[in-house]
């Protein structure tokens, strides 16, 4: 009874093999199974039949997946592209209400699972941008370590072989943003939100250049400071707990602003109204002769942020664009864009190998954040994988020079 109320809700025969708490199921044999565990899950799709209510339901383990979860939401995303936007007719609502009441399944909606983020405040205020970087980067420096390769890079790798493993991926993703910005001994880089610090000490230890690391989060501040420390470098590398805007062309120690300004998915987090000032701040950072690395996140269709489930649990605040509006937000700031690079399925791959991680370390992470918040990275990275793999997200490499009509900086080659 309960499947036939769900198939109501995804407008025709469910994708994926479903079984319920009431003994029934239906759906295609072979096929990843959902399993609705409590009427509590039915309360959630009823109130939110959309991406948000899936997802409190899946963290609060009140649906499950047997098999891969990534190919059950692979056959739910299309099947919905096949009926068009996630929206149930009324008499579906209806039929999915009558048969909660029916199986003793009414009662009030569930309250969301504690890992969602509850922001307040003005958007984008310092304060609450803060408080939007903790909620996702502070969750624990011991979790990024086990996710991630040993240089703790949290962005998207570059994959040149079948063979390569996550971090030769990584660090050929830190050589090529270095070659691109053309770095060499001396020279003075801004790395703007340097998470771990994966650039900034690549950018020191291999190119010899000045490094400037700002981000907001305490967390990724304190840990970047003691591998600085452990590795003698406190004479190449300055990391800051801060703000961009709070930055000045004077910060970069010497005359006439950095050489070089790396952004590598820091500009998701910057706002739909502020990225042009954003880019207009980064103009200013550059030296005449200055590189601009932008290494960023792209999103098309209904959701130009980053969609209900990553706003809400991931990345409060987040907001992506197609690749050719940041580009516009660029020139229109005064710099020439002279090279982008999409990279959209590295992060397919890359994704995967963090996923993979999760997986082989579930009892690990589990013990150490808890099963829900476990819950959220799992739905987090078999979404975001199967985001890239389909177009419906992208990233781009993206390389500028301050625009004076001279080609001043401009590099003579593309580096790949």
Known sequence: MI???????????????????DGSQ???????????????????????????????????????????????????????????PFR?????????????????????????????????????????????????????????????????????????????????????????????????????????????GSLALHAAEHHGAHVTALTLSAEQAGFVRSRVAERGLGELVEVRLGHY????????????????VAVIEMGEHVGRREYG???ERLRTLLAPEGRLLVQQMSRRGRHPGGGPFIETYIAPDMHMRPVGRTVGHLENAGLEVCDVHAMREHYVRTARAWSAELERRWNEI?????????????????????????GRMGVDQILAVPATGAGVGFPAERVR
């Open 277 to 279: 000032p954003f880019a």
């Open 88 to 196: 149930p007719s009324p008499l579906a609502v209806a039929r999915a209400v009558h048969t909660a009441v029916v199986l003793g399944a009414v009662g009030p909606v569930p309250q969301p699972p504690q890992a969602e983020a509850r922001m307040s405040g003005r958007l984008h205020s310092r304060r609450r941008d803060s408080a939007a970087i903790a909620h996702h980067y502070d969750a624990g420096n011991d979790l990024y370590r086990m996710l991630l390769d040993p240089s703790m890079a949290y962005s998207c790798a570059y994959w040149s072989e079948d063979g390569d493993d996550l971090a030769r991926a990584q660090e050929a993703k830190l050589d090529l943003v270095c070659r691109k910005l053309a770095l060499r001994p001396g020279a003075r880089l801004l790395d703007l939100g340097c998470g771990w």
């Open 366 to 390: 589990s013990a150490l954040m808890g099963v829900e918040t476990a819950r959220v990275w799992r739905l987090y990275l078999a979404g975001g994988s199967l985001a890239f793999e389909e």
């Open 26 to 84: 239906a759906g295609p044999d072979g096929a990843a199974a959902l399993v609705l565990h409590d009427p509590a899950a039915l309360r959630r799709l009823v109130a939110r039949p959309d991406e948000l209510g899936f997802a409190r339901a899946y963290i609060a383990g009140e649906i499950d997946a047997e098999g891969d979860l990534t190919d059950a939401l692979r056959r739910v995303f299309a099947a919905l592209a096949d009926h068009g």
């Open 245 to 260: 805007r709070d930055l000045r062309a004077d910060d970069a120690g010497a005359p006439g602003g950095f050489d070089a």
């Open 3 to 21: 499947v036939a109320a769900v198939e109501g809700l995804f407008g025709g025969a469910s994708p994926v093999r479903v079984r319920a708490w």
